[in-house]
């Protein structure tokens, strides 16, 4: 207990000291712009019968530090294989940029998935998987080494798909989950320091998880990059402090059953639970049938529900997906109308009030009711356009109303 002690406030020290120093010399770092950066960056595609798209923004955060790979169609002898990843950097965007470039490239120079396949083998599948990000891993380390890269990290979630199987990849706190008829059929578990096997791995490496964080500090236990957390003499690569080694689980296809994976960083699960995320999108996608419009229906309903933190989201559509719906379009344009009407009511009933009536005034009213016709998983926050748009037509209107009550003949007609 006294070593445990020791480590705690020598972790204190240094935190207070790195922050003293930093204001000492007038520096005044901001992890957080003053608005939210909403525009978008947005990519889709269609390749053997599989619908994609990504959507991506900044938001609050001071800079933009996802990346991505989006591999429909891998080179021969990976015919009608595929790949998706997203990359979450952590301090800076240079791991999780090399990674997008280069992860794929190691994963097709591994031996299993390099020469003839006569027939798929799972367990090398994944070996070569592990292998990979393992040796990507070294050769950044030795590039950060020789090029002084900045010190950062990446986590990964990754699907790579076969004509027979799904491997989900994981390193992380980013999250894959798929659809199966209608429901959550997987989803890949996030690596926290406070999970049982990755506290032991930390303290056998001498480190501490403290504050829910390796050594007070990084927030993941397992990330690309990050070489300061893998240094210990007497630890092998996937026992160090931080550990390159993704889990990678595999999951036989089912055609008649799959609709969709959804691929993101935790900008997106800050705000989502594994089942509203897959409600939301399956219920966007009777709406559309677009999966890119679902990507940026889902960035939006983020913000508006307070995710702080950049956003990538990527959606694959395989041919069971939803399409659209006439009942779900009705649905929705009746929902549009409630929530219209509902405005136009608030405002009236806050216009008799002292402090008269705002947009926040309408929201909070609506946020006490009970509306089963809101998107699941979204909720009002989905909803918030419509609103908006509702509000500011009613106060252009009620503006104008008093404008010609003070000055009639600002209106009148010319003669």
């Known amino acids: 207990m006294a070593h445990f002690v020791r480590l705690v406030v020598s972790e204190a020290e240094r ?18 712009l003053d608005v939210p950066r909403t525009e978008k960056t947005l990519e889709q595609g269609e390749a053997g019968g599989v619908k994609y798209a990504l959507g991506s923004m900044q938001g609050w955060r001071a800079h933009m530090e996802d990346a991505h790979t989006l591999q ?63 040796a990507l891993d070294r050769r950044m380390q030795a590039l950060s080494q020789a090029e002084a890269w900045e010190h950062a990290g990446s986590t990964a979630v990754a699907v790579l798909v076969s004509p027979r199987h799904f491997y989900f990849i994981n390193l992380g706190d980013s999250r894959a989950l798929l659809c199966r008829s209608g429901a959550v059929a997987f989803y890949t578990d996030d690596h926290k320091p406070s999970r049982p096997k990755e506290r032991e791995r930390i303290e056998n490496a001498g480190g501490t998880v403290t504050l829910q964080r390796v050594n007070g500090s990084l927030a993941v236990s397992r990330a690309l990059g990050d070489f300061d957390y893998k240094a210990v003499a007497w630890c092998g690569p996937t026992q ?23 691929l993101a960083c935790d900008g997106i699960w800050d705000t989502f639970d594994n089942a509203g995320l897959c409600a939301f999108v399956r219920s966007r996608l009777r709406l559309s049938g677009n999966p890119r419009e679902v990507c940026e229906c889902v960035l939006d309903t983020c913000l508006y529900k307070g995710s702080r933190d950049n956003m990538t989201c990527v959606v694959v559509c395989f041919p069971a997906a939803p399409g659209v719906s006439q009942e779900a379009l009705q649905k929705e344009s009746e929902l549009d109308a409630y929530l219209e009407k509902r405005v ?34 979204g909720g009002l926050a989905s909803k918030r356009a419509v609103i908006m748009s509702a509000y500011q037509h009613l106060k252009q209107s009620h503006d104008k109303e008093e404008q010609q009550l003070l000055d009639p003949s600002a209106n009148s007609d010319s003669k």
């Open 15 to 32: 935190m207070m000291s790195r922050f003293f120093k930093m204001e000492e010399e007038g520096e005044a770092p901001s992890f957080f």
């Open 72 to 134: 429909p169609q891998l080179p021969c002898p990976l015919a009608g294989w595929a790949f998706f990843a997203v990359y979450d950097g952590h301090a800076g965007s240079t791991v999780a940029q090399f990674c997008a470039q280069h992860l794929l490239e190691h994963l097709l120079a591994t031996e299993p998935l390099s020469g003839p396949m006569e027939e798929e083998d799972p367990q090398a599948v994944k070996e070569a998987i592990r292998q990979a990000f393992l």
């Open 240 to 262: 160090q402090l931080v550990s390159p080694e993704p889990e990678v689980d595999e999951l036989p296809r089912c055609p008649e059953g799959d609709e969709f994976l959804v």
């Open 344 to 377: 136009a009511e608030l405002y009236e009933q806050l216009l008799q009030e002292e402090e008269g009536p705002s947009l926040v005034g309408v929201f909070r009213c609506l946020a006490t009711e009970v509306n089963p016709s809101l998107p699941p998983g």
